[in-house]
């Protein structure tokens, strides 16, 4: 619940609101911590909220986000700030910090929306939806996602014509032009710094043909298509809406790949490839599913047999690198490929490709920090000081980071760290109050 | 009996609606007497919903609360919570599952899934009228808690919890702290040894005045619940004094005549029956391998610290959680198993004690060795054996292995016969490098593996390689490294006393593989580090910390609210045969004498609420709270209505 009463005193801080910074302020706060919990987003709930299943156990992601969310929505010790950053973090000599905290304004006040979508229907905007990666429209004023938290509607400003037409038709009053930004100190004793990740670029890759080829998407894009906030309620091809049946995914775009910087394994795009291929298995019994890869990397619990089943339900592996994709008169697509599997350079034509794009730090982090320096590794993840004892120590005394802030990593690794993040958080505060920190 | 219930019916974002007719459903329940409202919603467990069901039991004074929804085990706390938030009791709240056990399990027939949903809400329907209240069941939670397996998690995790104030009681099976990272000489991307790591983790925990440190010690019992666990501790004796004369200790262990296998360096060595298996092992002194140990009292005469006085020993703790630490082993490999049994058939964790042993030339049995093949996935990713999954560390470990005798010894040649390397997200630099250093890469298909055998004298791999398209190249190596995975504890009896679950991989097994890793179903039980899957170092702190948030979570309040659903006795028709408490697995039951006549009780706070003791019960006594006799007719009732 967003709350307008600001409290200037923390014991925590948490910057990202994902399942990450969820699971590390859920956990302070139940151990009796008070925390501000911020996401620059207009909900809370990170990329997890909105993927489809999640491998291997093909649990529903939305249903089992969603527990999390209200959990921390309902947490009386967690206050939760949308539209959210935080700068200008200063370590004091005792050991704590002060932040400046920045609220971009909504143009909604929150607590009196009841997310009827009246100003939905009424606004005459449309834009691209970036909640659906860009695969459908939204308007200007419009609802996040139906699951989204909070519910409340938002003003795009950026896109809006300032026609009044939702003013008039919110039935409760609650769309405020008015609104400027907010921005106020804060004191806190820890921060926690959970700030995820942001997904590869495919453009990077001209060869590729994403942004030129219409039925070349990306895999957070077949991720919508599959999930039960889908907007098809089904899967389509974008160039003429046809149902595939013959479907590529490109594992390894913008992941081990030095020509466009990201030298390391994203961790990740293996098993949500191989998820997305039996759920389309399941959505479109009809339809072909290939795999191009490079190594299949299968590791974590219960993923090899996941792997395993994909296979024996018909799924194709190839292995080999795709080189090149063209695109045909009727939209299909060429895929160029070396089959390491029989040493010859190979054409397959496919109706929709899938790009398993990989996932980079976020940029910008080490900038919140004045007086102290938050280090960054050789990938320009957040540097771990001491991964073997104290996973979640950053370079500086106090702030811990949970997630893929600090490597590629996927849902029970984000929250286990999150979980360290936060074991450790706590002591933090106990050492506070028992004692001097040397900083 | 309820007559103002609230029926929700979620469409699970067409998890539930692609199947079954959430409208029909909704109209087929509305008109059953007592049903206030009943009402279709997108997602029951969004926040907004949420609110929602929270403000009509309020607005419409509800009193009782139906939602039909996914798997309880899923959302079964999340709408009790709301209807306790409307001002219910929650044990007014009835789940109706119609995704897993209806839409999901009848997606080929959606008639049919209809008509069975409506029976499944109609059935919850019957219950929660006849549903009610109940209140928990307060007790105290001690602030302590026991740490199983001195291993680095398990340390780590007693660290953690000491520094935050609870007392610790780390329990350790060996004689010695360090677990399987004490025999590691070597850590990939570290500049510490496993030695050096275990001895930080131990000083700061061995001085810490809130953990105590047990080896030689295995839990044999528990008994109890959560916060208030009864664990007995057996404890070996070490047969040396606390007080102890390191000079002498090493004139015992020179003067021992016994040798057996090292299994410290996985038997490429012989120790003594008195040994440590370091120098700078933890704690500081020796133990008396009693099971190899002659007592012939040699070792005795030249030192004064041996003790065979010393008896084992029981002990009870009391503690609020118990957090189980207890590793791994590595795969032992079957005779034949790849050439397993061949002179110069060695293991990884063998290679590695190999490569601490010689410093500028690497000898093995008096070779010395340039040609090294690792054979990857021996005892994971079996296509034959049960051992399906992957091990996670291996394909990194081995890699960096492999740089590391080439920093280390001159002209190694290294053939890396793999199933594809998973040197997944940063460790990706590791196969670079090796790459790098001119390491052979050869892939062997899924269904056909390499050959080891012994020709001429020569260790010859055989391969159909995958990489250069099907061809067969063949290695002679001077030493074939086999890189053997991870188990699960061969012995795997604290599992058993702890009733942990094992999964297919007979490793311990969470709740929910992706959102609750630490916690097990036994409530007060966490688990921590590679007893739960196979981990790297570094996986193995972030999952000890987890754990140890979440047992520090459960005891640090003092106090915890239990689930009143209990069985009850009516001790008017009870006459006492037994079986209640032979039934129960608890041992929650016993007998007690009540106006002169012999009838059993149950302890509240012992009881589980499983209701074995239900079915034996010959004079139909028991009936569980939550769950009454009544409650359950009534749903049988409807479903077997025509």
Redesign the interface.
């Known amino acids: 619940m967003q709350d307008n009463n600001k409290v200037k005193e923390y014991d925590a801080l948490v910057i990202g609101a994902g399942i990450a910074g969820g699971e590390a302020a859920l956990n302070l706060a139940n151990v009796g911590n008070r925390v501000l919990l911020i996401d620059k987003d207009l909900t809370v709930g990170g990329k997890m909220i909105m993927l489809s299943k999640v491998f291997p156990t093909l649990d529903c992601s939305a249903c089992i986000t969603t527990p999390k969310v209200s959990e921390i929505a309902r947490h009386s010790l967690i206050t939760t700030l949308t539209s959210t950053e935080a700068s200008d973090i200063v370590q004091k000599d005792n050991g704590t910090f002060e932040a400046l905290i920045t609220t971009q304004p909504r143009y909604v006040h929150i607590e009196d929306c009841t997310g009827c979508q009246l100003c939905e229907e009424a606004c005459p905007v449309n834009v691209e939806d970036e909640y659906q990666y860009g695969l459908v429209g939204r308007k200007a004023a419009f609802i996040p996602f139906s699951i989204a938290s909070p519910r409340a509607a938002a003003i795009d400003i950026e896109n809006c014509t300032l026609c009044g037409a939702c003013e008039r038709a919110c039935p409760t009053n609650c769309i405020d032009f008015t609104q400027t930004v907010e921005k106020f100190m804060i004191e806190c004793k820890t921060v926690i710094v959970a700030t995820g990740f942001q997904l590869f670029d495919p453009t990077l890759i001209p060869r590729y043909g994403y942004g030129r080829f219409k039925n070349v998407i990306t895999s957070m894009q077949m991720e919508r298509q599959l999930a039960p906030t889908r907007p098809f309620n089904t899967v389509l091809r974008p160039s003429d809406g046809k149902i595939p049946d013959n479907i590529a995914y490109v594992l390894c775009t913008g992941s081990r790949d030095k020509t466009v910087g990201t030298p390391i394994c994203s961790q990740v795009c293996c098993m949500y490839s191989t998820k997305q291929a039996q759920l389309l298995m399941g959505a479109l019994p009809m339809a072909d599913i290939t795999l191009y890869f490079l190594h299949i990397r299968a590791f974590g619990k219960g993923f090899n047999e996941f792997y395993a089943q994909a296979q024996s339900m018909g799924v194709e592996y190839v292995k080999g690198k795709v080189a090149k994709i063209t695109e045909k008169e009727d939209g299909n697509l060429i895929l160029r490929y070396e089959d390491i599997s029989t040493g010859k350079v190979t054409e397959t034509e496919h109706d929709m490709v899938v790009l398993s794009v990989g996932i980079l730090p976020n940029q910008g982090i080490t900038g919140l920090f004045k007086n102290r320096k938050l280090e960054l590794d050789q990938f320009n993840y957040i540097s771990q000081s001491n991964p073997l004892e104290s996973p979640a120590t950053t370079s500086i005394k106090g702030v811990f980071v949970a997630g893929v802030a600090s490597a590629p990593m996927d849902i029970p690794d984000s929250i286990l760290s999150a979980g360290a993040a936060s074991s450790e958080a706590a002591n933090y505060i106990r050492q506070l109050s028992v004692k001097q920190v040397e900083v | 009996m309820k007559s103002k219930i609230g029926v929700y019916i979620c469409h699970?974002?067409?998890?539930i609606s692609d199947y079954v007719d959430v409208n029909k459903v909704r109209e087929s329940v509305k008109e059953i007497q007592g049903v206030e409202i009943s009402i279709d919603t997108?997602?029951a467990?969004?926040?907004?919903s949420?609110k929602q069901i929270a403000e009509d039991i309020a607005n419409k004074k509800l009193d009782a609360l139906v939602v039909a929804s996914?798997s309880p085990k899923?959302?079964y706390?999340?709408f009790s919570a709301v209807a306790e938030?409307g001002g219910l009791n929650k044990y007014n709240y009835v789940h109706a599952n119609i995704r897993e056990q209806v839409s999901w399990a009848h997606s080929d027939n959606k008639e049919g899934a209809t008509e069975k949903a409506i029976k499944v809400v109609k059935s919850a329907i019957a219950r929660v009228k006849e549903s009610v209240p109940l209140e928990p069941i307060e007790v105290k939670a001690q602030k302590s808690i026991a740490v199983l397996g001195a291993g680095v998690a398990g340390m780590?995790a007693a660290k953690?919890l000491a520094?935050?104030?609870i007392q610790v009681y780390l329990i350790e099976r060996e004689h010695f702290v360090g677990g399987r990272i004490s025999q590691l000489d070597f850590?990939c991307?570290?500049d510490?040894t496993g030695k050096e790591?275990v001895t930080?983790?131990y000083e700061k925990i061995h001085k810490h005045p809130n953990v105590t440190l047990f080896t030689g010690a295995e839990v044999i019992e528990k008994g109890g619940s959560i916060g208030n666990f009864k664990v007995k501790v057996k404890i070996t004796p070490r047969y040396i004094k606390d007080e102890c004369n390191p000079e002498q200790l090493q004139k015992a262990i020179d003067v021992c005549p016994v040798e057996v296998e090292d299994d410290f360096n996985f038997n490429i060595t012989k120790r003594k029956a008195i040994y440590r298996n370091y120098d700078s092992e933890y704690p500081h002194f020796p133990t008396i391998d009693s099971k190899n140990c002659t007592r012939c009292g040699e070792c005795e005469k030249v030192c004064s610290s041996i003790d065979f006085t010393q008896k084992e020993e029981i002990i009870d703790l009391t503690v609020g959680s118990i957090l189980a630490a207890t590793g791994f082993d590595p795969y032992q490999p079957k005779e034949n198993e790849f050439g397993w049994g061949i002179e110069n058939v060695v293991t990884l964790p063998q290679f590695r004690r190999i490569i601490n042993m010689c410093d500028n030339k690497l000898i093995y049995k008096g070779k010395e060795i340039k040609d090294i093949a690792y054979i990857y996935c021996v005892g994971s990713?079996q296509v034959e054996g049960d051992n399906?999954?992957?091990s996670?560390y291996c394909c990194t470990a081995t890699l960096y292995t492999s740089i590391l005798t080439h920093k280390k010894y001159k002209g190694i040649h290294s053939f890396h016969f793999n199933r594809?390397?998973?040197?997944?997200?940063?460790?990706?630099?590791i196969y670079?490098e090796a790459s790098r250093l001119g390491d052979i890469f050869l892939q062997s298909y899924e269904y056909d593996p390499p050959v080891v055998t012994k020709v001429n004298g020569k260790t010859n791999v055989k391969i159909e390689d995958?990489?250069?398209?099907?061809k067969e190249i063949e290695v002679n190596a001077d030493l074939v490294v086999l890189v053997t995975g991870m188990e699960p504890r061969n012995d795997c009896s604290i599992g058993d006393v702890l009733k942990i679950p094992k999964?297919?991989?007979r490793?311990y097994n969470e709740i929910?593989?992706?959102?609750?890793?630490?916690e097990t179903v036994i409530d007060g039980v966490t688990i921590a580090g590679a007893c739960?899957?196979?981990k790297n170092?570094?996986?193995s702190?972030?999952?000890a910390?987890?754990?140890?948030?979440?047992s520090?979570?459960i005891v640090?309040k003092g106090e915890l609210a239990l689930e009143p659903i209990i069985a009850k006795v009516d001790k008017d028709t009870c006459v006492w045969c037994g079986k209640c408490a032979e039934a129960c697995p608890f041992d929650a039951i016993t007998k007690v004498n009540a106006n002169g006549k012999e009838i059993a009780e149950i302890n509240a706070s012992v009881c589980k609420g499983c209701g074995m003791c239900l079915p034996v019960c010959e004079s139909d006594s028991i009936d569980m709270d939550g769950f009454t006799n009544t409650e359950i007719e009534s749903m049988i009732n409807v479903l077997a209505e025509n």
């Open positions: 699970c974002g067409g998890n997108m997602f467990c969004a926040d907004s949420q996914c899923l959302h706390p999340t938030r780590r953690e520094d935050l104030g850590l991307g570290a510490i790591l930080q983790l990713r399906k999954y992957c996670r594809g390397i998973r040197t997944y997200g940063k460790q990706e630099v670079d995958l990489l250069t398209g099907g999964g297919r991989d490793f929910h593989m992706k959102l609750r890793p630490v739960q899957g196979p170092i570094m996986e702190m972030n999952s910390l987890s754990a140890a948030a979440k520090y979570s640090n």
